[in-house]
């Protein structure tokens, strides 16, 4: 039965909810309650984040709406909002990312503009190499050390299957660059590592295959990270496919930590230019500034008024140590061409 118009009142009126109903703001909350932590993982869309420094207070996150696509990476500092109880199946908010003390970068290859961040805020990083099976590159680790050194991280090189090779001639290219080494084989005590690793967020890079997800086994035990053969090209396998904060055990609050990274098969430094290597060293960066302008610190005959050749002592032989460490990056490297001796320095 129809009803009649007068009986119908206000309470009868449905109105569709839809555009202009809710009034739009772009103030953000400003989350003064946000509780501080380390992303420790990353996995499709989700972040694990350790609050407060303790691997025992783990929550798993997004990504508030108000960041964007803002690049959240293994080492980030952030502030989480939501439910903080790490249970299963809850879901907490990076609402803040805070700026980067160091930032470790790579490209696929020299002509890729696109970045790739390897890890946040390590204040070391760990370069593994095999000193046989697969053989030592040299090319890989000058390229790390340029990365290292423009992220503002403190390279330390690691070797591993020592006993298979003599590294002695292998290591000493670098020692004008006053680069820690450190032998780490299967048969090697871990006290050395142990001692540099302490106090510090350490980044672990290497080629597939070197055995550094076995290095990292030996000093996280309950890792459990995955290892493999090396391949019959002697590339190696990959056996991390994603980074992951550890931490180091025994080392208290704040923690030590270790970042273990996927093996890179390439190390790409479209980012880097020459001043920024030569920026990390006080020394050099200061002579630097009277270089000509678009000098590329080679030296002669390309810029024969580099004023790293007017240096003396100690600072022109880590100059010549980083002026190969350019021409290696560079790709203008000959076979012939050898760190300068010590005994090669002016008087």
């Not at 960041?67 to 790490?86: E, N, Q």
């Not at 160091?102 to 020299?110: F, I, N």
């Not at 696109?114 to 760990?126: G, K, M, S």
Request: hydrophobic fraction near 35%; glycine fraction near 10%; include cysteine.
């Amino acid at each position: 039965m129809s009803r009649r118009a007068a009986s119908y009142d206000e309470s009868d009126v449905r109105v569709r909810p839809g555009k202009g109903t809710r009034p739009r703001t772009k103030q953000r909350p400003s989350h003064d309650d946000a509780e501080q932590g380390m992303v420790v993982s990353v996995d499709r869309g989700r972040w694990g984040v350790v609050l407060g420094g303790d691997p025992d207070r783990r929550v798993v996150t997004m990504r508030a709406r108000e960041l964007g696509r803002t690049p959240i990476v293994v080492g980030d500092d952030v502030s989480v909002v939501g439910d903080l109880s790490g249970k299963p199946d809850t879901l907490a908010r990076i609402v803040r990312v805070a700026e980067r003390r160091s930032v470790l970068r790579r490209t696929a290859d020299d002509s890729d503009p696109y970045e790739r961040i390897v890890v946040a805020n390590a204040d070391q990083l760990l370069i593994v190499t095999a000193m046989a099976d697969p053989p030592p590159r040299t090319g890989f680790v000058e390229r790390a050390l340029a990365a290292a050194y423009v992220g503002g991280l403190s390279p330390i090189l690691c070797l591993t299957k020592s006993d298979l090779a003599d590294p002695t001639e292998f290591t000493a290219a670098f020692a004008d660059l006053d680069l820690p080494v450190i032998r780490a084989g299967r048969d090697d005590p871990i006290d050395d590592i142990l001692d540099a690793l302490r106090g510090h967020i350490t980044a672990f890079i290497g080629h597939s295959g070197v055995g550094k997800s076995t290095l990292v086994n030996r000093l996280v035990p309950d890792a459990y990270r995955a290892t493999g053969v090396v391949s019959g090209v002697g590339k190696g396998r990959h056996t991390s496919t994603q980074s992951v904060a550890l931490p180091l055990p025994g080392t208290g609050i704040p923690r030590s930590w270790v970042v273990d990274t996927p093996g890179i098969r390439s190390f790409g430094l479209a980012h880097v230019g020459p001043d920024d290597i030569i920026a990390a060293f006080d020394d050099l960066r200061d002579a630097i500034e009277e270089c000509p302008r678009g000098c590329t610190h080679l030296g002669p005959p390309a810029d024969p008024e580099c004023r790293l050749d007017d240096l003396g002592g100690h600072s022109y032989r880590r100059g010549m140590a980083v002026r190969h460490l350019l021409a290696a990056v560079s790709g203008t490297l000959s076979d012939d061409d050898a760190v300068p001796a010590a005994d090669e320095s002016p008087s």
